[in-house]
């Protein structure tokens, strides 16, 4: 039986709380699925909040949001342990 790959994940952060909520009015109004989750801790972020997308939905997402005027602070690749601190406790929701 062969197995699925993997499926990819980025995560935006942003320096203010205020940032996060207006991103994340304007990716849900745009259709773009994506997950609200705390932002990683080896991030210094100002913001505790952030979305994680999958990747193949980042260049849209990042396209929306420039075209919103929406603010973020950066673009990262979750580690490994932060995916498997997400699914364990369950943190975050997926909006659709």
Same mark, same amino acid.
């Not at 062969?2 to 709380?17: C, G, K, M, S």
């Not at 745009?30 to 972020?45: C, D, L, R």
């Not at 420039?66 to 602070?73: C, L, T, V």
């Given at each position: 039986?062969? +197995? %699925?790959p ?5 995560v935006?952060t942003y ?8 991103a994340?009015?304007v !990716?849900?109004? &745009? %259709? #773009?699925?994506?997950? /609200? #989750?705390?932002?990683?801790?080896? #991030?210094?972020? =100002?913001? @505790? !909040?952030?979305? $994680? !997308? *999958?990747e193949?939905?980042?260049? %849209?997402?990042?396209?929306?949001? *420039?075209? %919103? @005027? &929406?603010?973020?602070? $950066?673009v #990262? /690749?979750p580690? *490994? @342990?932060?995916?498997?601190s +997400?699914d $364990?406790? =369950?943190? =975050? $929701?997926? /909006?659709?």
């Amino acid at each position: 039986m062969t +197995q %699925a790959p993997e499926e990819i994940f980025r995560v935006i952060t942003y320096q203010t709380t205020h940032q996060a909520m207006a991103a994340e009015e304007v !990716l849900h109004d &745009a %259709a #773009v699925t994506f997950e /609200v #989750v705390p932002a990683p801790e080896e #991030v210094s972020a =100002g913001c @505790g !909040l952030a979305h $994680r !997308l *999958r990747e193949k939905d980042l260049d %849209a997402a990042i396209a929306i949001l *420039r075209d %919103a @005027g &929406a603010d973020y602070d $950066r673009v #990262v /690749v979750p580690t *490994r @342990g932060f995916r498997q601190s +997400q699914d $364990r406790f =369950g943190q =975050g $929701r997926m /909006v659709e």
